[in-house]
């Protein structure tokens, strides 16, 4: 029995609409300004549902900046890359028919979007990936619009991963491409808020570390952005860090306020129970400590804390 598909078409049936007048695709500029690679598993898109929340236009940016501090995406903001595109390449059929001038199109189109990325130096782990052929699906992002491909759809790959150098005038920059095959062009979706694309606000935050112990107390007034503590040199005392809201999926960090292993006599840190203990032994002096959170895709949290040991 003949199967339905033989019988349809290969072309489309209405028309198109061509808009020659202002939209909001008149007002989208000529680059990528942010891009998102998003574990295919999570199954983002306009219209799914992610925890509950069915994303839309408005809430894409906002939704993969929580999927990439729970480790399922990694989010390019608009001061960390720019990707320009090629008009693509029209595939044709192999030959031509009757007194076509040439082979016909299939409607089949090749694209390479070309990145530079601003912090490409000391993020090779992230790189190698590209270069071992990851799957990604992949967000690009213009100062308005979006367009999404798909790791099962898109015939996604990469080339071109490096960080030239050669200017001793500017800091190492990378370089990759992204090439994709799509039936036809890709609709962007519009509706992206450019104040949204930042990548300044994936970060971890830190609730008010718990004191223990003896003979410290937290001061009313900051220093700058470190928060301060004052301990008396009798008992020792602890300062337990967690963020918020919690998250027990990360590893932590201590260092002075160089970046520094801290000194000798200056305490010491638990990275398991996020516990840094002050001992009694402690000169008089001032203390300063950074207290990093990083994720398994490299989002980061920090908070700055003087104790003063009177």
């Known amino acids: 029995m003949a199967q339905f598909g033989y019988f349809l078409e290969n072309s489309f049936g209405e028309n198109a609409k061509l808009r020659n007048f202002p939209t909001a695709a008149q007002k989208t500029l000529g680059a990528y300004i942010a891009l998102a690679f998003i574990d295919p598993s999570v199954g983002l898109k306009i219209g799914a549902t992610i925890d509950t ?27 960390a890359i720019k990707g320009t595109e090629n008009e693509g390449d029209n595939k044709p059929e192999a030959e031509s028919f009757g007194l076509n001038a040439g082979p016909q199109l299939t409607g089949w189109i090749t694209k390479t979007v070309a990145f530079t990325a601003n912090y490409f130096y000391g993020n090779e ?122 998250n027990s999926c990360l590893e932590w960090f201590i260092f002075n306020e160089n970046g520094e292993a801290i000194e000798a006599g200056a305490g010491t840190f638990d990275s398991v129970t996020k516990t840094l203990t002050l001992p009694a032994t402690m000169a008089v002096g001032s203390y300063r400590y950074q207290v990093i959170c990083q994720n398994t895709t490299g989002v980061t949290g920090s908070q700055l804390i003087q104790v003063d040991v009177k």
């Open 125 to 246: 782990e992230f790189y190698n990936q590209l270069l071992n052929n990851k799957a990604f699906d992949i967000f690009m992002f213009t100062n308005n619009s979006v367009e999404c491909l798909f790791a099962d759809e898109h015939g996604i790959v990469y080339s071109g991963v490096g960080a030239p150098k050669g200017n001793v005038d500017q800091s190492i920059k990378g370089k990759f491409s992204v090439m994709y095959r799509s039936q036809g062009f890709i609709s962007p979706f519009f509706g992206i808020a450019n104040n949204t694309l930042t990548g300044l606000d994936v970060k971890f935050l830190f609730a008010n570390p718990t004191i223990g112990g003896t003979g410290l107390t937290a001061d009313a007034c900051a220093n700058g952005t470190y928060k301060k503590f004052t301990k008396t040199v009798a008992g020792a005392a602890t300062l337990a860090f967690a963020t918020n809201p919690a």
């Open 53 to 79: 929340v069915v994303v839309t236009e408005s809430n894409l940016v906002s939704t993969i900046k929580t999927l990439a501090l729970a480790g399922k995406a990694y989010f390019f903001g608009k001061e």
